[in-house]
């Protein structure tokens, strides 16, 4: 049983991050049958979309002289330089086109800043700076979050543990996520989450 103040949030399923696209998740279309299977059985079911500016700070080619996947500072901590993807309105940006999105209650978009990068559906990479999904949540009584999409390693798992720091009780579906995974990033989400109490099942034993 799904209990009534239970959240589905599927995170960034959009054609940048599948294959073919600009920043390509290795098997990242194959989180579109979970989620098309297990987000309509919530009550409360959120998109979230990466919607960059093209000026946006966090690709590479906005920041001469940086490579692609490497790091520099910003006034909020370490960036990873990313190739273009997700820019507002592109072919790249759209959802998967299987994925079923027509029974989505609310669309999150963030990352359109183009200071600042957001990985989390909940705040911007400065940890502060709201994107209003906590209050939609709140106002929809939700207490528990359930959790599917990509990248495990970056907009998963900073999702994840936002939740969680926000008392939300949060559970990620294994085989409805795809990782990046770029220097031990995936362990050390996997490690983060685990701290954090976020429990990572496969969706085949979640409320069945
Ligand atoms: C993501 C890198 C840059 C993600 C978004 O959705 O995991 N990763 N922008
Ligand atoms: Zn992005």
């Known amino acids: 049983m799904i209990s009534a103040d239970t959240a589905f949030v599927a995170i960034d399923v959009q054609n940048d991050f599948c294959p073919g696209g600009a920043l390509a998740v290795a098997e990242g279309d194959q989180v579109v049958p979970v989620i098309n299977r297990m987000m309509p059985r919530f009550p409360v079911k959120v998109l979230t979309q990466d919607w960059h500016p093209a000026d ?11 490579e692609a996947f490497s790091l520099i500072d910003a006034p909020y901590g370490p960036q990873v330089m990313w190739p273009i993807h997700c820019v507002q309105g592109s072919a790249g940006a759209a ?17 359109y800043r183009s200071h600042i990068d957001s990985y989390s559906a909940f705040f911007e990479n ?21 959790m599917a ?7 998963v798992r900073f999702s994840a543990v936002d939740a969680a720091k926000l008392g939300f009780d949060v559970t990620v579906l294994e085989d409805g996520c795809r ?6 990033s995936l ?16 969706s085949a034993d979640y409320a069945v």
């Not at 959802?95 to 990352?111: E, M, S, T, V, Y």
């Not at 990782?179 to 031990?184: C, K, L, Q, S, W």
């Open 179 to 184: 990782a990046i995974d770029m220097d031990g």
């Open 149 to 155: 999409g990509l990248a495990t390693d970056f907009c």
């Open 187 to 202: 362990a050390a989400a996997m490690a983060e989450m685990a701290e954090h109490n976020v429990a990572v099942v496969p």
């Open 56 to 66: 946006h700070f966090s690709f590479a080619a906005n920041n001469p002289g940086a």
């Open 95 to 111: 959802f998967h086109p299987k994925l079923q999105i027509d029974c989505a209650d609310l669309i999150i978009r963030k990352g």
């Open 126 to 146: 400065d940890h502060t700076t709201p994107t209003g999904l906590e209050g939609y949540l709140r106002d929809r009584g939700v207490q528990s979050v359930v």
